[in-house]
C-alpha cells in the first residue's frame, strides 16, 4: 500500500476525447497530537514517517529541544491520534503559540514572529559555502526522489542534504510538514545541521524560512519562488535563499557569500 498516493476512477478530457482513467491522488491524513493528555493541535498531512513528523512539530514548536525529553510518543494510524507524554511536564496555552508577536525593532521583518517563533527562530552563523553546480546537482537528486510528486502534482519535498549528497527526502501534502519530518529525523538520529543543506520543492515564505532557521541550516536551495517576508527574513537570520533553480538558471535571494563557483565566492 502507498501511503502517500491512493488510485481514483475519474473522468479526463485531453485534446477533444473523454475517457474514464484511473489517477493518483495525493492522500490527505488528519492528524491529532495529544500532548500528556491534552488535545494541542491537528494537522493534515501525508501519512509517512509521523513519528518524524510529531518530533519535528514539537521542536518547531519549542516545546522540545531534544529526543531524550520526550518520555513517550504512540501513534493510533487507524484513528489519526499521536499520543506524547513530556518528561518536562508544563501547562500549555494554545493561544500563546498562535498569537502574533509585535517586537520592538520597528522595520525589522522579525516583528512578524509568534510568540514561540521569538524563542526558537536562531540566527544561522554557518559557513557552509556551495558552487553553484552544486546547487543545480542537489536539487537534481532531490527530483529524482520525486515519484510522488510525479504520479499526484499534488506533494512536496524537502531533502536533507551535504554539499555532495542527499542524506534522506521527505514528501508531504503540506511544504511545512515536509521540512518538520525532517527536523524530526535530524533530533531523533541526533544528526548536526551546521554543515548540512536543504534541497525544497515548494514556495520560500516566511513560514519555510523561519523552519529552517529553528532547524539550524544556513542554505535553501528551491525550484520554486520566494516571498517578500521570506527575503526578509532570511536576510535577517543569515540564512542564504537559492530559489528558481530550474535547468542552468538560479537566482540568490539572500547571503550570497555562501554561494561561488569553482571556489570563488561572489560578494553583494
Known amino acids: ?48 514517517h509521523l513519528e518524524e513528523l510529531v518530533i519535528g512539530f514539537l521542536a518547531s514548536e519549542g516545546l522540545i529541544r531534544l529526543h531524550s525529553e520526550i518520555e513517550s ?14 518528561k518536562n511536564k ?9 498569537k502574533r508577536f509585535i517586537g520592538s525593532c520597528c522595520g525589522k521583518s522579525r516583528q512578524f514572529y ?13 559557513k557552509m559555502t556551495l558552487t553553484i553546480e552544486q546547487c543545480f546537482q542537489l536539487m537534481n537528486f532531490m527530483q529524482n526522489q520525486s515519484t510522488d510528486f510525479k504520479q499526484t502534482g499534488g506533494v512536496h519535498n524537502a531533502a536533507l542534504c551535504t554539499a555532495d549528497e542527499l542524506i534522506i527526502s521527505r514528501t508531504d501534502i503540506g ?20 554543515d548540512k543543506i536543504i534541497a525544497f520543492s515548494g514556495r ?21 519562488a520566494p516571498t517578500t517576508l521570506g527575503i526578509d527574513l532570511a536576510n535577517d537570520l543569515g540564512i542564504t535563499m537559492v530559489g528558481f533553480i530550474r535547468k542552468d538558471q538560479l537566482n540568490i535571494y ?14 553583494p
Open 254 to 267: 539572500s547571503h550570497p557569500e555562501r554561494i561561488g563557483t569553482e571556489g570563488r565566492v561572489p560578494r
Open 175 to 194: 511544504r511545512h510538514n515536509a521540512l518538520d519530518k525532517v527536523y524530526g529525523y535530524c533530533i531523533r538520529e541526533k544528526i548536526p545541521r551546521a
Open 204 to 224: 520560500l515564505s516566511s513560514e519555510v524560512l523561519l523552519k529552517v532557521a529553528k532547524i539550524g541550516i544556513g542554505i535553501i536551495l528551491s525550484k520554486s
Open 90 to 98: 508544563q501547562s500549555i496555552n494554545k493561544d500563546f503559540y498562535s
Open 114 to 126: 509568534f510568540h514561540n517563533d521569538v524563542r526558537t527562530a536562531k540566527t544561522i552563523t554557518s
Open 73 to 86: 510518543l504512540s501513534i493510533d494510524e487507524n484513528l489519526g491520534f499521536a499520543h506524547v507524554s513530556l
Open 1 to 48: 500500500m502507498n501511503n502517500v498516493r491512493h488510485p481514483y476512477k475519474i473522468i479526463k478530457y485531453n485534446g477533444g476525447t473523454i475517457s474514464p482513467v484511473e489517477d493518483e491522488i495525493a492522500i490527505e491524513y488528519p492528524l491529532t497530537i495529544f500532548i500528556d493528555g491534552e488535545e494541542f493541535a491537528t494537522m493534515v498531512c501525508t501519512p509517512t
